[in-house]
């Protein structure tokens, strides 16, 4: 058997295993939720059975003993030529999805690549009869005919459509995208090229896999940046909660009680800074916890919390604690901000004060805890950014409710009679089994 034979036979197989190690990695890394990646994988896996086509044609290619040989240099040739058509397509399909991400795309060109595509496909189907575009001699030999030069002429049409798109939208691409997606127009020329002066040489299938490759690094580089720029914006988010459960106005009123007692009762004192503390940590705490926790510690800083605020406050707030289950779990922090948010807008502004209620109840769909207070309420039609209340602990308790245990908070409130927030934590998310 002819060494090249055997070389290009190799080649295809391990570009075609290349693919497929590609696929995996995808799979496993990213998974198929995202459209842009299960066009891409279509794109591996069809030219994976280019490859492996190719390679199974050249390894079978002057075998004349086993009959079977011609069967498979017939079937490695003809899904050889097909799937390199369904490539090109597959690629024009990728670059439509890339760049709708970033932009509107007119379908014109993908549909035109797909007509290009499918004129090659037809044109491989009616070769098998009349050898229009290469046949197999009895001594199981591949030679090209007359009409051979339309197989390469529509590739490089179908490769030309997908430059168009890629030079209309070229400003949507940042340096790395550019090169990657060029490749995949420069690299095929010049391998298709090669291919028909030098018979026998068929570097189209490097040039191919080359740049499925610089696009898996394009992809793998792009998906970094997300990560970090998510990561970014988590610390972000992390940061402005932490700042809205520890509001400045409740540090100063708290160190300010501090240092009263100091003078006044040194041990009550220190039981406040320990209190304090165990709050302080507890707030932390939250920016790393992502499991979630008993409602017993949940509880345990809500009192805290109410423990301290009541040295301000004295007998204008009162705490009624109304459990019928306390053996779930919840996102840390669900209920305690809630707490905070009553006092500080609810009763802080009302001279006689008034009562904050929670409640826990267990209903055949999971848990409702219900944080009520009788407090001055406020206008829920009112625009956000124009009154004087903070959202941000609010958004951020509905937020990690739904996303850590698929739960829910509704919030109701009146003017001068109240606010009311429910929470509701499915059995599933907050079993405590």
Known sequence: MNTLFIANAVTGLICGILCLIFVVCILVSEGTKNKLNRVFIT????????MLSDALSFYSIGRTEPPYFFIFNAIG???????????????SNYIYHYFSTKTTVVKIWRNLSFIICTLGIFIACISLGNNMIYFIDENNI????????????????GI???SILIVKYRTYLNRLEKFALASYIILPIVGISIQMVFYGYVPINIASTMTLVFIYISMQAQHGRILKEKEVKIMESQIAIMLSQIQPHFLYNTLTTIETFCYKDPELA????????????ENMDSLVQKELVNFDRELEHIQIYVGIEKFRFGQRLNVVYDFETKDFMLPILTVQPLVENAVRYGLNKKLSGGTVTITTRRVPEGIKIIVADDGIGFDLNKN???????????ENVRERLRAQCGGTLIVESEKDKGTICSIFIPQEGGSNE
């Open 270 to 281: 220190a039981k406040l800074v320990r209190d304090f503390s165990h709050y302080l940590r």
């Open 160 to 162: 030309l459509t997908n």
């Open 142 to 157: 591949y030679h090209r005919q007359g009409m051979f030069i339309f197989s390469p002429g529509l590739h490089i049409m």
């Open 43 to 50: 794109v591996l896996l069809f030219n994976a059975g280019f």
């Open 384 to 394: 956000k950014k124009n009154d004087d209340r903070s959202h941000v602990g609010i």
């Open 77 to 91: 040739c003809f899904f050889s030529l097909v799937f390199s058509y369904v490539v090109i397509f597959c690629f």
